[in-house]
């Protein structure tokens, strides 16, 4: 329903005279509600409304206008819209009075859009209504300009064009914001950008002017129940108790909706009967608020009562989707075709999401007859893919996410549904490049991941299609699809952040200057393709391997590049897969420095099942792996095969994804710049004494103790391309909970910068950060980005490589290992390389302890293993052979 204005107060009425006639003709155009019945005095509206009448007689410039403004009224009183628009075009083109002209464009641009349904034109007079008021601001018109702002909007969202709505609805409110207190009872706009941003899927920024509006106005329906729909997406359990409890104290409910998000909430849950009822109550609510306007004191315009049509059919489709979860499929196919007939009254007035509603039915129903194996002449999914083509020719150039989705489940179901493995492989690739365009859009880390967490099973789908394809056909274009699939499906956060696009918060949203900017740079193309893997392997991957892992229900893939070629492995999942890898990082979580035999025989079941058979004899001998899932937590350096652990094996390094290590990635013919470390130990006399003897050891540019504070650090920063941190770590369940601590002092000053702090920073310069402390490298797991460590965090902040601990760190043994390998690092060997030759001294020198990762297996590398320095190959470009077998 389009009721721009909540709890309507009467101090908003703007001191001109014009400004109650706009008033006046919103109510009576259905724009604005009535004063709610809980006003005191009803008497007061009718004083105002007998007022307004006096208004016309006796207070218009002429009386040419005054007679026009009550033709104008009188046709619009009896529906008779094109009398009523050729009254107020003759006031707009022949009135010598301002106020009278911008508020005949405004009545036109209403009557054109939602009483004739003519978006266009209505648009026009909108625009219209704006410029002239932009003119000459000295007049009183806030409220016109406001509401024409916001008409405006919801014109293109209905014809689906999403950048012209947001650009006008982000104009209302910068607006507002530029001078609250002149707009002070306008902060209605708001909720209409909050519906902006729920529709993109923006929960964080929805969120945001949800707090603010319930602040204002904390018994407002509407508002709360866009709250607890809000709620419900993100899974905020308080939230939803909270904003329940605020809705059952309310007088009137008025259409009722929150009974359809509460439906929502059951379904979700599986309580399919208790969701039948609360969506039977929303629409039972919803018809006797349609037909009862007065006692609500609300009145409908024309797009009102056909957009009614979308809420009843989503609420019958929704019930349908219960009685598919009851196994009632008599049931389910009534309300499957309830909603048919529902959305065709619909449909006579397109608007995008009419379409968009339209097509999930018909895909609804064509799922139905296909598990039914029914044979029918109607295809449903072909009507869905007309609806959406029609809307793609209209707005091929917008950014809209909601056509976007459409898109991918559109060519998802054709290949689901068509028999012809052809057809299938053209479709099930057109709905993964809607999904690559469609994940990552969003302005928020949270809201970005929700998208993804939402689609992982149809990139599941998607991955075990092409690989079995693979396994069929063995061609290499299919191969090249699954490593794609699957290499973009990790990291995007960190490609966000690598662009320099943080989170977003609202009021930097309302003050971004460039909306197209800001979307152009969170839509560019962030994730890799086919052609461009092969390309950066075959100029970057020269002596070195690369294996990525995807683990799915049905068995885990290995894919990648192992001397010059690219390969494709499968293999079946044990029973016992998770818990053996769940009892291995608990034993690696608690640093157990006594470890039993049977441990040391599960570092070699899981190394003999994770080795792809291509690895196992391969001539190279420096490994990138891209793990995923449970497999994160593990370092690969510590597993074995009947050759001993990988580390004896390959030097080995880790990819956060591919097109992260694609991006970071240097020129092959870029000069070195000189080796300057700096290393901080800021516990050296408190409680890391070795800190201060591991820093020595490699360089003598170092702040410890009471001169390791994070000021005296972030002033160095600058004129260093490697920085060693020799301190503690709080890694918390919270990503953004984690810190890393300099010298603490009195703890009067900030000692710690944050996991977001240091994610925002710009680190690029640094060609490497070590972290030696407990954890580094461990934190919480999100499916689609990886795991969210200060490992990680200060990839977000774009240096080229991190070494971190993936447990807690034994303070003599990190020493001897990271001056081994800055020594190594020196001497211009890969830095994978010379991590593997510091432990592999680490063992020479210990031998007892090669035999406990414990001690050795934490210190992991992520990023760039590339060289820092070229010393090593101004020796003779010696043939790198580090083993001894």
């Given amino acids: 329903?389009?009721?721009?204005?909540?709890?309507?107060?009467?101090?908003?009425?703007?001191?001109?005279?014009?400004?109650?006639?706009?008033?006046?003709?919103?109510?009576?155009?259905?724009?604005?509600?009535?004063?709610?019945?809980?006003?005191?005095?009803?008497?007061?509206?009718?004083?105002?409304?007998?007022?307004?009448?006096?208004?016309?007689?006796?207070?218009?410039?002429?009386?040419?206008?005054?007679?026009?403004?009550?033709?104008?009224?009188?046709?619009?009183?009896?529906?008779?819209?094109?009398?009523?628009?050729?009254?107020?075009?003759?006031?707009?083109?022949?009135?010598?009075?301002?106020?009278?002209?911008?508020?005949?464009?405004?009545?036109?641009?209403?009557?054109?859009?939602?009483?004739?349904?003519?978006?266009?034109?209505?648009?026009?007079?909108?625009?219209?209504?704006?410029?002239?008021?932009?003119?000459?601001?000295?007049?009183?018109?806030?409220?016109?300009?406001?509401?024409?702002?916001?008409?405006?909007?919801?014109?293109?969202?209905?014809?689906?064009?999403?950048?012209?709505?947001?650009?006008?609805?982000?104009?209302?409110?910068?607006?507002?914001?530029?001078?609250?207190?002149?707009?002070?009872?306008?902060?209605?706009?708001?909720?209409?950008?909050?519906?902006?941003?729920?529709?993109?899927?923006?929960?964080?920024?929805?969120?945001?002017?949800?707090?603010?509006?319930?602040?204002?106005?904390?018994?407002?329906?509407?508002?709360?129940?866009?709250?607890?729909?809000?709620?419900?997406?993100?899974?905020?359990?308080?939230?939803?108790?909270?904003?329940?409890?605020?809705?059952?104290?309310?007088?009137?409910?008025?259409?009722?909706?929150?009974?359809?998000?509460?439906?929502?909430?059951?379904?979700?849950?599986?309580?399919?009967?208790?969701?039948?009822?609360?969506?039977?109550?929303?629409?039972?609510?919803?018809?006797?608020?349609?037909?009862?306007?007065?006692?609500?004191?609300?009145?409908?315009?024309?797009?009102?009562?056909?957009?009614?049509?979308?809420?009843?059919?989503?609420?019958?489709?929704?019930?349908?989707?219960?009685?598919?979860?009851?196994?009632?499929?008599?049931?389910?196919?009534?309300?499957?075709?309830?909603?048919?007939?529902?959305?065709?009254?619909?449909?006579?007035?397109?608007?995008?999401?009419?379409?968009?509603?339209?097509?999930?039915?018909?895909?609804?129903?064509?799922?139905?007859?296909?598990?039914?194996?029914?044979?029918?002449?109607?295809?449903?999914?072909?009507?869905?893919?007309?609806?959406?083509?029609?809307?793609?020719?209209?707005?091929?150039?917008?950014?809209?996410?909601?056509?976007?989705?459409?898109?991918?489940?559109?060519?998802?179901?054709?290949?689901?549904?068509?028999?012809?493995?052809?057809?299938?492989?053209?479709?099930?690739?057109?709905?993964?490049?809607?999904?690559?365009?469609?994940?990552?859009?969003?302005?928020?880390?949270?809201?970005?991941?929700?998208?993804?967490?939402?689609?992982?099973?149809?990139?599941?789908?998607?991955?075990?299609?092409?690989?079995?394809?693979?396994?069929?056909?063995?061609?290499?274009?299919?191969?090249?699809?699954?490593?794609?699939?699957?290499?973009?499906?990790?990291?995007?956060?960190?490609?966000?952040?690598?662009?320099?696009?943080?989170?977003?918060?609202?009021?930097?949203?309302?003050?971004?200057?460039?909306?197209?900017?800001?979307?152009?740079?969170?839509?560019?193309?962030?994730?890799?393709s086919s052609q461009e893997i092969q390309k950066y392997f075959k100029e970057y991957y020269d002596g070195k391997s690369f294996v990525s892992y995807y683990p799915l229900k049905e068995g885990l893939i290995m894919v990648g590049y192992i001397d010059g070629n690219f390969f494709l492995e499968t293999k079946c999942l044990p029973d016992v897969w998770n818990d053996l890898i769940k009892s291995v990082h608990k034993e690696l979580s608690e640093s157990n420095l006594f470890i039993d035999r049977s441990f040391n025989h599960q570092l070699l079941e899981i190394g003999e099942f994770l080795v792809p058979d291509k690895l196992k004899n391969a001539e190279d001998k420096r490994v990138v792996f891209s793990p995923s899932g449970n497999l994160t937590f593990i370092p690969f350096e510590i597993l074995k095969t009947g050759k001993g652990y990988y580390l004896e094996q390959w030097a080995i390094s880790y990819s956060f994804s591919l097109h992260h290590e694609y991006s970071i990635q240097r020129p092959i013919d870029e000069d070195y710049d000189p080796i300057e470390i700096l290393g901080v130990a800021p516990y050296n006399k408190i409680n890391l004494p070795f800190s201060l003897d591991e820093l020595k050891a490699f360089t003598d540019n170092i702040l410890s103790d009471k001169e390791a504070s994070m000021e005296n650090t972030l002033q160095r920063i600058n004129d260093i391309n490697i920085l060693h941190l020799a301190t503690h770590t709080t890694i918390s369940k919270t990503a953004k909970d984690s810190n890393i601590e300099f010298y603490p002092g009195d703890k009067t000053q900030k000692y710690s910068l944050s996991f977001n702090e240091v994610a925002n920073k710009n680190l690029s310069h640094l060609q490497l950060v070590s972290l030696s402390s407990c954890h580094s490298a461990d934190g919480p797991y999100i499916d689609g980005e990886g795991i969210l460590s200060l490992q990680r965090a200060f990839a977000y902040a774009s240096v080229h490589s991190i070494l971190a601990s993936k447990w807690d760190v034994n303070d003599e043994v990190s020493s001897i290992i990271m001056a081994s390998f800055y020594d190594y690092i020196k001497q211009g060997w890969e830095k994978d390389v010379a991590l593997q030759k510091a432990k592999k001294d680490f063992w020479s020198d210990n031998p007892s302890l090669k035999i406990n990762p414990i001690y050795w297996g934490n210190i992991v590398l992520f990023g760039d293993s590339d060289p820092i320095s070229s010393s090593s190959l101004q020796k003779t470009l010696i043939e790198y052979l580090p083993f001894d077998f």
């Avoid at 469609?438 to 993804?452: A, P, W």
């Avoid at 998607?462 to 699939?485: G, H, M, N, P």
């Fill in 1 to 528: 329903m389009d009721t721009t204005l909540k709890n309507f107060n009467f101090n908003i009425i703007d001191a001109s005279n014009d400004s109650y006639l706009t008033y006046f003709l919103s109510i009576r155009l259905g724009i604005l509600e009535m004063p709610p019945p809980n006003f005191k005095k009803m008497k007061f509206f009718i004083f105002l409304t007998f007022n307004y009448l006096l208004f016309l007689s006796v207070n218009a410039q002429n009386d040419d206008d005054s007679t026009l403004k009550k033709k104008a009224f009188k046709a619009f009183s009896n529906k008779e819209y094109d009398t009523s628009i050729h009254y107020f075009k003759l006031i707009e083109n022949q009135s010598q009075n301002l106020n009278n002209k911008i508020y005949s464009q405004h009545a036109l641009g209403h009557i054109y859009g939602k009483e004739k349904l003519d978006l266009s034109e209505g648009i026009y007079w909108l625009k219209k209504n704006i410029s002239t008021i932009e003119e000459d601001t000295s007049r009183n018109m806030h409220f016109t300009y406001i509401l024409s702002l916001q008409l405006i909007s919801s014109y293109y969202q209905y014809q689906g064009k999403r950048d012209s709505s947001e650009y006008y609805l982000k104009k209302g409110c910068l607006t507002y914001f530029n001078d609250k207190e002149k707009y002070k009872e306008k902060y209605y706009i708001l909720n209409r950008l909050n519906n902006f941003f729920y529709r993109r899927k923006e929960y964080n920024l929805s969120k945001e002017i949800l707090n603010n509006l319930i602040e204002k106005d904390v018994k407002n329906y509407n508002v709360l129940s866009n709250y607890l729909s809000l709620c419900i997406q993100i899974n905020d359990s308080i939230g939803i108790e909270n904003t329940v409890e605020k809705i059952d104290q309310l007088d009137n409910i008025r259409d009722g909706i929150h009974y359809f998000y509460l439906g929502e909430l059951a379904l979700n849950g599986g309580h399919f009967d208790q969701a039948i009822q609360h969506y039977q109550s929303f629409i039972k609510q919803f018809k006797y608020f349609f037909h009862n306007t007065k006692k609500f004191n609300f009145v409908y315009s024309t797009d009102e009562i056909k957009t009614r049509h979308y809420y009843i059919a989503r609420t019958y489709l929704q019930i349908s989707q219960c009685y598919r979860g009851l196994q009632n499929d008599s049931k389910r196919l009534e309300y499957l075709l309830k909603a048919k007939r529902e959305i065709q009254k619909g449909l006579s007035f397109p608007t995008q999401d009419m379409n968009v509603m339209a097509s999930e039915i018909y895909r609804a129903l064509d799922i139905y007859h296909h598990e039914h194996e029914i044979l029918t002449s109607i295809s449903y999914i072909d009507s869905a893919q007309s609806l959406i083509e029609k809307q793609l020719l209209l707005h091929e150039k917008d950014t809209n996410q909601v056509l976007l989705n459409q898109l991918i489940l559109q060519n998802f179901y054709k290949a689901e549904f068509s028999g012809n493995i052809v057809e299938q492989e053209k479709y099930y690739w057109q709905s993964y490049l809607m999904l690559k365009k469609f994940v990552g859009n969003q302005y928020n880390d949270d809201d970005q991941l929700y998208q993804f967490k939402n689609l992982r099973e149809i990139q599941d789908q998607l991955v075990i299609f092409f690989t079995r394809l693979y396994k069929e056909s063995q061609s290499k274009e299919d191969l090249y699809k699954v490593l794609e699939i699957i290499e973009n499906s990790k990291s995007n956060i960190l490609y966000k952040r690598s662009q320099g696009l943080e989170n977003l918060t609202f009021e930097q949203y309302i003050k971004t200057p460039d909306l197209d900017n800001l979307r152009n740079k969170i839509n560019s193309p962030p994730l890799l």
